[in-house]
Structures are given as C-alpha cells and as structure tokens.
Nanobody
C-alpha cells in the first residue's frame, strides 16, 4: 500500500509557475515508475510526465520544455515544476505510482490547477 498526498495547486496567471508536490507514505527508492496525470472537465485523464527508478523521464508533447518532473528520495516526494503555464493547462493534477512492473497503480486525491487572468 502507498498513500499519496498532493499539494501545490492553485490559481495562477498565464505565463506563471507552480510546483506540485506528491508525498508518499513509504520510501520511493526503487519504485518502478512515478508520474503526474491531469484531467480537465469533460476530458479523459492524460499523462503529463513520468520518471522511472533509473531516472529516465517521459513528457507529453504539450508540456515539453515547460514542465519538469523530479524526485527527492530523502523526502519520499515527487515534484512537478510547471513553468509558462497556459489556460489549457487548467485541470486536476494527480500523482501516480507503480511500485513494480505490472503491479498495482496508486493514485493521489488530486490538486486543482487553474490558469486564468
């Protein structure tokens, strides 16, 4: 079992920045993959960024060059740094972890990000 708690969402103007945090209830060292997803109203949940235990990262095309995913093993936390935010980035952002390949996925409760002037 892994409990995940996201924080850092909020209201920001276009062009602004936010950093989301996802604190895990156990060590994230050697977790197979951790990621951030988002879901806008009326749309399906989609992958934003992911990072593997080896440090490899994967980004959706719509955030490349603007967002960065990282981890702090000492704090059992995964981050999503979001820069140059656009109104279309408005969504609920969810943290996800899959501790082992093919194993169960765990989700956080989500944090709202609203980009608006």
């Amino acid at each position: 079992q892994v409990q995940l708690v996201e924080s850092g969402g909020g209201l920001v103007q276009p062009g602004g920045s936010l950093r989301l945090s996802c604190a895990a209830s156990r060590s994230i060292f050697n977790i197979y993959v951790m990621g951030w997803y988002r879901q806008a109203p009326g749309k399906q949940r989609e992958l934003v960024a992911a990072i593997s235990s080896g440090g490899s990262t994967n980004y959706a095309d719509f955030v490349k060059g603007r967002f960065a995913i990282s981890t702090d093993n000492a704090k059992n936390t995964v981050y999503l740094q979001m820069n140059s935010l656009k109104p279309e980035d408005t969504a609920v952002y969810y943290c996800n972890v899959q501790p082992i390949p093919g194993g169960r996925n765990y989700w956080g409760q989500g944090t709202q990000v609203t980009v608006s002037s």
